[in-house]
């Protein structure tokens, strides 16, 4: 592999750009955009709040219909902190993100996201999963993906049909945390950012263009588009760099030369 000639770099080398983990916002509390239906899901345990009050997540859609009451929001599981403000009386079913249940397993309080909190009295609780004839399922990688455009749209349900906002212009990094395929050619078409914010597949992928240089020493590793390795750095030097992505958590940036990868903790990046 040949070294790449190039002008004056920075005093200092920059350590690979550090994965960001984006959000979409400030969420706000809103009506649940999929009707329920009644299959039962899991719930994941997580970390007690107190001596008596475990939260739980809730994975599967499930619902919770308030019945078009002012309900009072908390900024507390124990709802000792109210916020001032109440639920919207024009809408009657919400999306939790966790339940807050007493030592006895009873739930106390719901989480709607961001820490907005209602009573569980008083509201009828529906388990299920998003209405869809696609095929919803937990994204299992590690690996974030990066938005292509300047307005990706976000959307309510995995079908892409209610638009409900754009992505933030100033992050192209996403962590995913679920998919949605087509059942019979197994085909991902969107990706859940998290609370149902639904992106098309191909407004996001798996690599982003990068511009700029990498310090590297002979003998690393040469990576594959599929992590294997398939060779070595022939020579210490500089090498141009012309996308970055993840394999398995781990970042890794394309050279221009032979359009293969290196581990971005194996040398030193200069951006361009």
Same mark, same amino acid.
């Given at each position: 592999?040949?070294?790449?000639?190039?002008?004056?770099?920075?005093?200092?080398?920059?350590?690979?750009?550090?994965?960001?983990?984006?959000?979409?916002?400030?969420?706000?509390?809103?009506?649940?955009?999929?009707?329920?239906?009644?299959?039962?899901?899991?719930?994941?345990?997580?970390?007690?709040?107190?001596?008596?009050?475990?939260?739980?997540?809730?994975?599967?859609?499930?619902?919770?219909?308030?019945?078009?009451?002012?309900?009072?929001?908390?900024?507390?599981?124990?709802?000792?902190?109210?916020?001032?403000?109440?639920?919207?009386?024009?809408?009657?079913?919400?999306?939790?993100?966790?339940? +807050?249940?007493?030592?006895? *397993?009873?739930? /106390?309080? !719901?989480? &709607? %996201?961001? #820490? =907005? $909190?209602?009573? @569980?009295?008083?509201?009828?609780?529906?388990?299920?999963?998003?209405?869809?004839?696609?095929?919803?399922?937990?994204?299992?990688?590690?690996?974030?993906?990066?938005?292509?455009?300047?307005?990706?749209?976000?959307?309510?349900?995995?079908?892409?049909?209610?638009?409900?906002?754009?992505?933030?212009?100033?992050?192209?990094?996403?962590?995913?945390?679920?998919?949605? +395929?087509?059942?019979?050619? *197994?085909?991902? /078409?969107? !990706?859940? &950012? %998290?609370? #149902? =914010? $639904?992106?098309? @597949?191909?407004?996001?992928?798996?690599?982003?263009?990068?511009?700029?240089?990498?310090?590297?020493?002979?003998?690393?590793?040469?990576?594959?588009?599929?992590?294997?390795?398939?060779?070595?750095?022939?020579?210490?030097?500089?090498?141009?760099?012309?996308?970055?992505?993840?394999?398995?958590?781990?970042?890794?940036?394309?050279?221009?030369?032979?359009?293969?990868?290196?581990?971005?903790?194996? *040398?030193?990046?200069?951006?361009?």
């Amino acid at each position: 592999m040949k070294k790449v000639q190039f002008g004056l770099l920075a005093a200092t080398a920059l350590l690979a750009v550090s994965p960001v983990v984006a959000v979409l916002g400030t969420p706000t509390v809103h009506a649940a955009a999929i009707p329920p239906i009644t299959t039962p899901g899991p719930e994941v345990p997580t970390k007690p709040i107190t001596d008596s009050y475990t939260l739980v997540d809730y994975t599967d859609g499930t619902t919770v219909d308030t019945h078009k009451q002012a309900v009072t929001i908390y900024q507390d599981p124990k709802m000792t902190r109210d916020t001032g403000k109440k639920l919207s009386t024009t809408q009657a079913i919400w999306t939790p993100t966790q339940v +807050a249940r007493d030592s006895n *397993g009873v739930a /106390v309080s !719901y989480n &709607l %996201g961001d #820490n =907005q $909190w209602i009573a @569980a009295s008083g509201v009828t609780v529906i388990k299920g999963t998003p209405d869809t004839d696609l095929t919803v399922a937990k994204y299992t990688s590690n690996d974030p993906l990066y938005s292509i455009g300047s307005a990706v749209t976000v959307y309510s349900d995995p079908d892409t049909t209610k638009a409900s906002g754009t992505l933030a212009t100033g992050v192209t990094e996403w962590q995913v945390n679920r998919t949605a +395929a087509d059942p019979k050619t *197994g085909t991902i /078409v969107a !990706y859940d &950012l %998290g609370k #149902n =914010q $639904w992106v098309k @597949a191909k407004d996001l992928s798996a690599q982003k263009a990068l511009s700029g240089t990498f310090n590297v020493n002979a003998g690393t590793p040469l990576l594959a588009d599929d992590g294997s390795q398939v060779d070595t750095i022939a020579t210490s030097g500089s090498y141009q760099v012309i996308a970055v992505s993840y394999f398995d958590g781990q970042q890794v940036l394309k050279l221009a030369e032979n359009n293969q990868w290196v581990q971005a903790t194996k *040398g030193a990046f200069y951006p361009a």
